[in-house]
Nanobody, 121 residues
Framework: VQLQASGGGLVQAGASLRLSCVIVGRALSSHVFGWFRQAPGKEREFVALTRWNRNSVSYADSVKDRFTISRDKVENTVYLQMNSLKPEDTAVYYC???????????????WGQGTQVTVSS
C-alpha cells in the first residue's frame, strides 16, 4: 500500500489537530497502521498504532489520554486526533503500515511522506 499523510500545521499549546493517513491500495486484514514522529536531532519515535481488522490500539505514554488513533474502513483512512497539544509534540509525523503489532518502526515497510506539526508555547 501507499500512504498519504496530511493535516499538520502550526498551532498554540492546548489546541487540537487531526492528522489523516489515506491508504492508497487495499488494506489487508493483517495490516497494522502506526503513527510515528521525528523531532529535529532526535530518532523517530512511536506515537500510536491500530490493527486494521479490529479495534486494538496502543499509545506511547507521552500521548496517552491526549491522542486517539482510529480507522475508517469506508474512507480507507487512519486518523490521529491530537488534543491538548504541547510544544514537545512538535515534530514531523509519519504514518506507516506493517504486519506486526509493534512499537519498533523497523517493523513497518510502507511510510507516508510526513506532515509537520508545530506547537508554539
Amino acid at each position: 500500500v501507499q500512504l498519504q499523510a496530511s493535516g499538520g500545521g502550526l498551532v498554540q499549546a492546548g489546541a487540537s489537530l487531526r492528522l489523516s493517513c489515506v491508504i492508497v491500495g487495499r488494506a489487508l486484514s493483517s495490516h497494522v497502521f502506526g503513527w510515528f514522529r521525528q523531532a529535529p536531532g532526535k530518532e523517530r519515535e512511536f506515537v500510536a498504532l491500530t490493527r486494521w481488522n479490529r479495534n486494538s490500539v496502543s499509545y506511547a505514554d507521552s500521548v496517552k489520554d491526549r491522542f486517539t488513533i482510529s480507522r475508517d474502513k469506508v474512507e480507507n483512512t487512519v486518523y490521529l486526533q491530537m488534543n491538548s497539544l504541547k510544544p514537545e509534540d512538535t515534530a514531523v509525523y509519519y504514518c506507516a503500515a506493517g504486519s506486526s503489532f509493534d512499537h519498533n518502526p523497523l517493523w513497518y515497510k510502507s511510510w507516508g511522506q510526513g506532515t509537520q506539526v508545530t506547537v508554539s508555547s
